[in-house]
């Protein structure tokens, strides 16, 4: 089962912020959890792209009431106006690390946050707030992608949980099947294999390497069965997929093709020069998902039972 006591939900007044902002009010009612708004102010920070299609952003000094009337409206929406809201604006040279550290300080159980989705030169200049918060946070995250016509906080009918076998998939099993429960939505158990053949192996006439070991397929769906068996927790309706290519690139090309409304992905947390190295296939999936994505976190709190996980600790926010 689900617990969730405390909500994080970061908010730049932007559009896209208002868009997730109806997700962290529905969850926190469900759960009926308090939910804490937080803006972190930088000075001189270059907000036109933040703020091109906000709201009229409140007065933002320690102190000030933040809910915009876009956000009273959705609490208006969401019969949610006795909701617990802590307010805050704190300031600070850069807002990732003021998200985190809030996080650490009021032991958040999950954090709720719109992303831009920054493309190109522009995400490698100015960085991805959302994606420092996936990396470095002690507990889920939740980004919701701004989009013409917002993702409907309740519509999640197709859930998708990609799997590599590990014991951080796993887990991201477990909470799937508990936001399937909650939802009414039924998984989708996607594994991308990701051998490559030789370039010599093309003079065969065969392009995959489901054509030169069928046992693979055959394999890896029969794991995903264990897995899902010694997951525990509630029935769900599950259909498994297996498919061939590159991870972080197939895995939204499969949530576009297949209807899935909601991705949930566990990341490994890597860190300094070994994800420099590595990359991240959760914070591309991030990046560039036009749906939903609940990171399931591989250290810190989990939201099953509200156990610690201890597979490894999370880097430090600001090395």
């Known amino acids: 089962m689900i617990t969730i006591r405390r909500i994080l939900f970061p908010t730049d007044f932007s559009r896209c912020a208002n868009q997730a902002f109806a997700h962290a009010v529905q969850l926190a009612k469900r759960h009926g959890a308090e939910l804490h708004v937080l803006h972190a102010y930088v000075p001189y920070e270059d907000h036109t792209n933040l703020l091109t299609t906000a709201s009229i952003a409140p007065e933002v000094k320690p102190g000030a009431t933040i809910l915009t009337a876009p956000m009273l409206q959705v609490l208006e929406q969401e019969q949610a106006q006795s909701l617990p809201i802590t307010q805050k604006v704190i300031r600070d040279i850069s807002t990732g690390p003021v998200i985190i550290d809030y996080a650490v300080e009021y032991e958040i159980d999950l954090i709720v946050m719109g992303t831009h989705g920054r493309r190109g030169i522009g995400h490698l200049l100015l960085g991805s707030v959302a994606e420092e918060v996936v990396r470095f946070a002690p507990c889920p995250v939740f980004t919701i992608k701004e989009t013409r016509e917002p993702h409907r906080a309740s519509a999640f009918r197709k859930i998708l949980v990609p799997v590599d076998f590990s014991k951080n998939s796993e887990q991201a099993v477990q909470c799937a099947k508990e936001l399937a429960t909650l939802y009414g939505a039924e998984l989708q158990l996607l594994h991308i294999v990701e051998e490559q053949l030789h370039p010599a192996m093309y003079a065969t006439g065969r392009s995959s390497i489901f054509e030169f070991m069928p046992e693979i397929e055959i394999t890896s ?30 895995i939204v090309r499969f949530a576009e093709s297949h209807g899935s409304d909601l991705i949930v992905i566990a990341t490994h947390g890597l860190s300094g020069i070994e994800h420099l190295l590595l990359g991240s296939v959760t914070e591309k999936v991030v990046r560039f998902a036009r749906v939903p994505v609940f990171t399931v976190k591989t250290f810190g709190k989990s939201l099953i039972g509200t156990r610690e996980v201890q597979h490894q600790e999370p880097a430090e926010a600001h090395s």
């Not at 525990?232 to 309706?237: F, K």
């Not at 498994?240 to 197939?250: L, M, P, Q, V």
């Open 221 to 250: 769906a029969k794991e995903i069965e264990r897995m899902l068996k010694a997951s525990g927790g509630p029935d769900v309706a599950a259909e498994i997929h297996i498919r061939e290519g590159r991870a972080s690139r197939d």
